[in-house]
């Protein structure tokens, strides 16, 4: 079973694959953790850039942070307003930071669902992996403690990975970066998490295939929605790009139509089907016979 699992109101998407017979419970966790691990892995490729960019980010000031309030900080946060000192690693280093956060960009891009590629959390702790290992080889020594990478590269975090691997999870929704780096970035905790197929709720407790059947090939459009929130909305019939394209053909077709108006009624006297002896002349052979030196004036 193939889930097209929407979130919010952008039409932001993935797809994730399954069996039919994973329980709901299952389902929902995993589909928060893939949803997580893309918001989190959105925000290390912007990092990520930056590091490569400006170098490390520079330690704030106490004062500073105190006096900033949380939406002050929430907009810094949506803007990357955040200073670095400046020290850009060499262009090797910033070559190797820049692809590894491209490819983890494109792996957790809207554009995998229309695509139809499916997601896996595995797919993203490997390019996470290989995001860890640009950064180590650029710093070796490790970033300062108050960069929101700095987690990231650590050593415990790699052994916690490694650890929940070997236990069957790949670990990606673990707190990797700083909570005030995810701070309004909307996940989604999966105990206090709805799953929404056509209207209707997933009920905890039960098997996909209790609602959706046993046919694995069964495709189905859901959302996750927080516990309370009730059912999010429907999705609009027509899609904007094929509003704005129907929009367009009315307003030519108007256009068209108001230049019939203006012109003259009699004006299709003048075509060649209109002439009444022009069928007889056809039926005679005569149709492309014109008087010798008149050829020119056709």
């Avoid at 060499?90 to 490819?103: G, I, Q, S, T, Y």
């Avoid at 860890?132 to 403690?145: K, N, Q, T, V």
Wanted: glycine share 8%; charged share 30%.
């Amino acid at each position: 079973v193939v889930f097209n699992c929407k979130c919010g109101p952008d039409g932001d998407a993935f797809l994730y694959e399954t069996t039919t017979d994973t329980p709901n419970d299952d389902l929902i966790a995993a589909l928060v953790s893939l949803h997580n691990g893309r918001v989190q892995a959105r925000i290390v490729v912007d990092a990520v850039r930056g590091l490569a960019a400006a170098g490390p980010m520079v330690e704030p000031s106490a004062a500073a942070e105190e006096a900033a309030d949380e939406k002050e900080k929430q907009r810094r946060r949506q803007q990357q307003c955040v200073p670095r000192c400046g020290n850009a690693p060499d262009p090797d280093h910033v070559e190797a930071l820049n692809d590894a956060a491209a490819e983890l960009g494109q792996y957790v891009d809207n554009a995998q669902a229309q695509k139809r590629v499916v997601l896996s959390e595995a797919g993203i702790a490997e390019l996470v992996g290989k995001v860890r290992e640009a950064i180590r080889s650029a710093y070796p020594d490790g970033l300062p403690e108050w960069d929101v990478l700095a987690k990231l590269s650590s050593t415990e975090v790699e052994e916690e990975a490694a650890a929940a691997e070997e236990e069957g999870s790949t670990g990606i929704c673990t707190l990797v970066l700083p909570a005030d780096a995810v701070a309004g970035a909307g996940l989604l905790h999966s105990p206090n998490t709805s799953l929404w197929v056509a209207g209707k709720e997933f009920e905890r407790g039960k098997l996909i295939s209790d609602r959706l059947g046993s046919n694995e090939k069964t495709r189905v459009v859901a959302k996750l929605s927080r516990d309370g929130d009730g059912p999010p909305p429907r999705e609009p019939i027509v899609r904007d790009d094929e509003r704005d394209a129907m929009m367009e053909h009315y307003h030519k077709r108007n256009e068209e139509l108001k230049r019939l108006a203006d012109n003259e009624e009699d004006e299709y006297m003048n075509s060649a089907w209109a002439d009444p002896q022009n069928m007889a002349r056809d039926l005679q052979g005569m149709g492309s016979v014109r008087a010798p030196g008149l050829h020119r004036f056709g």
